[in-house]
């Protein structure tokens, strides 16, 4: 039997709510569409009142509802958990959780403007070998998603990483103060959140503030090679008792010393301190095994065993939409009728554009079957977004990439992608489109056999839709 996440005396000692029955719960959700049963149902106002679907999370086997009134159609002996506002009874739920944790498990925050998700999927990995590792299902990162991880931490977690994100200034400290990490890491700073940041310098003081809400003797884990790196190290050094950089240039503490991308997976060589590593990612790209070697540096911080964490890293891929490599069969019966399929399409700035450019230009298509000429390299772009006042510009810049001459054919997604469109040479575009359902209806006459095509966008530009229409192509053609 599952042992009890929160009892009812539990849940209303931590949230000062009134407890309606003896219960217990073994999981938190805030959707009915992803319920368990046992789960306790929390009744977030976001586009829609959670208050409408407490009775249906109830009759699909919700053990109690965090609420804060009783919603009509319920009874009123129903199993609920009844607060002031719900929102802030979740918010005080993650703090009892985080803690309840015993004194010698390690939290993990992680921030970045790029490659956040990413790594902390690599942590719950590699740290997922060495003890019970608690982490957020997808990007859980804002306001209610930082406190629903929490919450949701099991009481005998040894390694817990928390995503934690932002949209405006003010938003990560508050989130970092709920988590109180023992070890933050800082991903990278890049143009994401340009429109209500203004500047890569105040990216880079709000990704600082994460240092804020560290326990006493945390170590904070930086970026050693970007321009706004001396900004992360004055934060660091005033509220982190450690700080371990990485990066490239010999001065970081952990160095990429050689890095290998091949069809597949990438391989680096590697310094911590001064002992030599061998990183490998079953994927492609050097900005993987950057992130990586923040990973790595948080293993050393949190005293988890380097070897165990290099092999378990190996098999790390990510997450759907991030950068995933996957083969689509064109042809049931002929073996190489293939196209080979980055999908990158959840996320995108001028920063990770770039990194996916370079892997796409890295990638060697296949020759086709039936014919001598090798397959094409193909990237399908959609918009920007949230880069404030010179995202035309910043669309337009990316005909400039040192990438671009390796590529057969851009095709561009959304209206801010027209300036790129424009900027290209003409025998290297191919569509533009207001909308990814557009070239998502005619998905079969954009690859043939042999190519291999990157799909990158914002996730509000929907390129997803086209990565879904090409994977069909795999059982209609």
């Known amino acids: 039997m599952t042992a009890p996440l929160w009892t009812s005396a539990e849940a209303a000692a931590a949230t000062g709510g009134r407890a309606i029955g003896d219960w217990a719960v073994t999981g938190l959700s805030i959707d009915t569409r992803e319920l368990a049963p046992g789960d306790m149902f929390i009744a977030l106002k976001a586009a829609r009142d959670g208050h409408d679907f407490v009775a249906q999370a109830l009759a699909a086997g919700a053990s109690a509802a965090l609420v804060s009134r009783v919603p009509e159609g319920v009874a009123r002996d129903a199993p609920l958990l009844v607060v002031k506002d719900v929102q802030a009874a979740l918010e005080a739920l993650g703090r009892a959780g985080r803690a309840r944790l015993k004194r010698k498990a390690h939290v993990i925050g992680v921030t970045g403007s790029v490659g956040k998700t990413s790594a902390k999927e690599m942590l719950r990995t590699v740290l997922g070998r060495q003890g019970k590792t608690h982490a957020a299902i997808r990007s859980f990162n804002n306001h209610w998603g930082v406190p629903l991880t929490l919450a949701r931490m099991p009481r005998d977690t040894k390694y817990a990483v928390i995503e934690i994100g932002m949209n405006h200034p003010g938003e990560i400290a508050p989130l970092t103060a709920m988590a109180r990490p023992h070890v933050a890491l800082i991903t990278t700073i890049a143009a994401a959140h340009l429109e209500a940041l203004g500047s890569l310098e105040g990216i880079a003081i709000e990704k600082a503030s994460i240092f804020g809400g560290l326990e006493p003797g945390g170590t904070a884990v930086i970026p050693g090679d970007l321009p706004q790196t001396p900004i992360l190290a004055d934060v660091a050094s005033s509220l982190a008792a450690h700080t371990i950089t990485f990066g490239a240039a010999a001065r970081n503490h952990h160095r990429l010393t050689n890095v290998t991308v091949s069809h597949g997976s990438t391989v680096a060589q590697a310094r911590a301190w001064r002992t030599p590593m061998l990183m490998k990612v079953s994927t492609p790209g050097r900005h993987f095994m950057e992130n990586a070697l923040g990973v790595m540096a948080v293993v050393q911080a949190v005293g988890a065993d380097r070897a165990r964490a290099l092999v378990a890293l190996a098999e790390w891929v990510p997450p759907e939409g991030r950068g995933t490599f ?55 772009l959609g918009d920007m977004l949230e880069l404030g006042p010179d995202a035309t510009a910043m669309h337009a810049a990316i005909a400039a990439h040192p990438a671009i001459p390796a590529i057969t054919r851009i095709h561009c997604v959304g209206p801010l992608m027209r300036a790129l469109y424009e900027a290209l040479p003409e025998d290297q575009r191919g569509d533009w489109v207001e909308t990814a359902q557009d070239l998502a209806s005619r998905a079969h006459g954009l690859v043939d056999a042999g190519d291999v095509v990157l799909v990158k966008g914002s996730k509000g530009s929907r390129v997803s839709l086209v990565v879904d229409a090409l994977r069909k192509l795999s059982h209609t053609r």
């Open 326 to 380: 996957e083969r689509l069969s064109l042809d049931p019966v002929v073996d190489n009728m293939t196209v080979d399929l980055l999908d990158d399409a959840f996320n995108a700035n001028p920063s990770s554009l770039a990194a996916a450019l370079d892997v796409l230009a890295g990638t060697e298509p296949m020759h086709d079957v039936g014919r001598v000429a090798r397959g094409r390299r193909i990237a399908i």
